[in-house]
């Protein structure tokens, strides 16, 4: 009868031999290694799901915020200004106010320019822009306005008595020569307002936009280039006429 070797007989015997921890390890590793290997080959679409880990084309830049569109003019009014320079300089501001954004607001600047609510109920004076000045111009910045009751920056009112709430920021200030409440913090619009001649992103959910310049660029021009780092102008800024105008539709 055929009998066992001695050597299968001696393999037969390592092989019932204790694995080490090392040795267990190192068995492990390789049968975990086997199966991935297995599987890969078995369905080649995963090796397409780990590609995606990886860019396969060059990064494209970063896209840009659309241009900004403004809402619709449903309002127009002008101011009527002379700068009292040497030669004194008159021209008009033609403005066109966002209704539909922020009807109150323009409400209130629509009918200060119209003078068309008689006096204030606090104040007692006209709701009404003419004679007004530009109290407060910043070169770089902004033109500012509209003060009715003092007409030096600390007063103002509006047509609904004192001051009325911000009603709207949906429109930024990412545009120059928008229209925009002056306030003295939250919910404190008045009747005064300023024009921006810079971007001012800075005032975004702060003040009101409500309107923009439609005609008159180079009179806001020559009003910011009389004014100085801390707000007074050289000479005087006088709105000596303001009035409400017929309001096709117009899209910023």
Same mark, same amino acid.
């Given at each position: 009868?055929?009998?066992?070797?001695p050597? $299968?007989?001696?393999?037969?015997?390592?092989?019932?031999?204790?694995?080490?921890?090392y040795? =267990?390890?190192?068995? *492990?590793?390789?049968?975990?290694?086997?199966?991935?290997? &297995?599987?890969?080959? =078995?369905?080649?679409?995963?090796? !397409?799901?780990?590609?995606d880990?990886?860019? *396969?084309?060059?990064a494209?830049? %970063?896209?840009?915020?659309?241009?900004?569109?403004? %809402? #619709?003019v449903?309002? /127009?009014?002008?101011?009527?200004?002379? &700068?009292? @320079? @040497?030669?004194?300089?008159?021209? $008009?501001?033609?403005?066109?106010? +966002?209704?539909?954004?922020?009807?109150?607001?323009? #409400?209130?600047?629509?009918?200060?320019?119209?003078?068309?609510?008689?006096?204030?109920? &606090?104040?007692?004076?006209?709701l009404?822009?003419?004679?007004?000045? +530009?109290? $407060?111009?910043i070169?770089?910045?902004? &033109?500012?306005?509209?003060?009715?009751?003092e007409?030096?920056?600390v007063?103002? #009112?509006?047509?609904?008595?004192?001051?009325f @709430?911000?009603?709207?920021?949906?429109v930024?200030?990412?545009?120059?020569?928008?229209?925009?409440?002056a306030?003295?913090?939250?919910?404190t619009?008045?009747?005064?307002?300023f024009i921006?001649t810079?971007?001012?992103?800075?005032?975004?959910? /702060?003040?009101?936009? +409500?309107?923009?310049?439609? !005609?008159? +660029?180079?009179?806001? !021009?020559?009003?910011?280039?009389?004014?100085?780092?801390?707000g007074?102008?050289?000479?005087?800024?006088?709105?000596?006429?303001s009035?409400?105008?017929?309001a096709?539709?117009?899209?910023?």
């Amino acid at each position: 009868k055929h009998q066992p070797s001695p050597v $299968r007989h001696t393999a037969t015997t390592k092989s019932r031999r204790t694995m080490t921890p090392y040795s =267990a390890s190192k068995y *492990r590793v390789l049968v975990v290694a086997a199966a991935l290997l &297995i599987t890969l080959l =078995a369905c080649p679409a995963t090796a !397409d799901v780990l590609d995606d880990v990886v860019p *396969r084309k060059k990064a494209e830049k %970063p896209k840009l915020k659309p241009p900004a569109v403004l %809402p #619709e003019v449903t309002h /127009k009014v002008y101011l009527d200004v002379v &700068i009292s @320079d @040497d030669v004194p300089i008159k021209g $008009r501001i033609t403005l066109g106010l +966002f209704g539909k954004t922020a009807p109150k607001t323009v #409400e209130n600047f629509r009918s200060l320019c119209a003078c068309d609510k008689g006096n204030g109920m &606090i104040s007692g004076k006209p709701l009404c822009y003419e004679g007004t000045s +530009f109290h $407060r111009i910043i070169p770089n910045f902004m &033109i500012q306005g509209g003060d009715i009751t003092e007409n030096n920056g600390v007063g103002g #009112e509006s047509i609904y008595g004192g001051y009325f @709430d911000d009603e709207s920021f949906e429109v930024l200030h990412n545009k120059i020569y928008l229209l925009s409440m002056a306030n003295k913090g939250p919910n404190t619009n008045g009747s005064q307002f300023f024009i921006n001649t810079v971007k001012t992103s800075w005032l975004d959910n /702060k003040n009101v936009v +409500f309107g923009m310049v439609l !005609d008159g +660029f180079e009179l806001v !021009d020559d009003i910011e280039a009389i004014g100085s780092n801390e707000g007074m102008p050289e000479v005087k800024v006088t709105i000596k006429s303001s009035g409400e105008l017929s309001a096709p539709s117009v899209k910023g």
